[in-house]
């Protein structure tokens, strides 16, 4: 399996909830490391551009609403198949639909707020991690 690198945002509604290192423990015990990490509070211009390509979903404003009502966590995480392992330990969209065991089946409450996100594929893997990072502050280990 190949070394990956993938985004993780702990959204939030999952740091209000005081669940950060439960979450970070999901990622470790599973053979992710974090190799990059920071806390902030986004933007509106922030969260619009990292969400750019679901500017016409319908969901789209109140996606932004949530991601900036407080602050998010959000690392790079680094290991061998790490954007669908991440995805795995991440579970469904809806929390209600996902398996049990999955971050958002244990910790999320809904659709909106649904504890994290997970980069989906290489490419946009490559540009959420250029939007929080720059490579002088990732530490592969
Ligand atoms: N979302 C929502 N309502 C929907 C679909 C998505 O609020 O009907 C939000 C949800 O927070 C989700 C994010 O939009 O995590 C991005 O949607 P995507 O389909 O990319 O889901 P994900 O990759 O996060 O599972």
Request: aromatic content about 8%; glycine content about 6%; hydrophobic content about 45%.
């Amino acid at each position: 399996m190949p070394v990956e690198r993938t985004l993780s945002i702990i959204k939030p509604d999952a740091v209000a909830k005081n669940i950060i290192g439960k979450i970070y423990s999901r990622f470790e015990d599973n053979g992710l490391k974090i190799i990059a990490a920071r806390m902030l509070h986004l933007s509106q211009a922030d969260a619009e551009g990292f969400y750019a390509v679901h500017r016409s979903r319908p969901f789209f404003n109140d996606l932004v609403k949530f991601m900036i009502s407080g602050p998010v966590v959000v690392q790079v995480l680094e290991g061998e198949d790490a954007i669908k392992k991440n995805r795995d330990l991440m579970g469904a969209t809806d929390p209600k639909k996902a398996e049990k065991g999955t971050i958002r089946a244990d910790f999320a409450d809904s659709i909106d707020a649904n504890a994290v996100h997970g980069s989906d594929a290489i490419e946009t893997a490559a540009v959420e991690i250029a939007y929080f990072f720059p490579s002088l502050n990732i530490y592969s280990r």
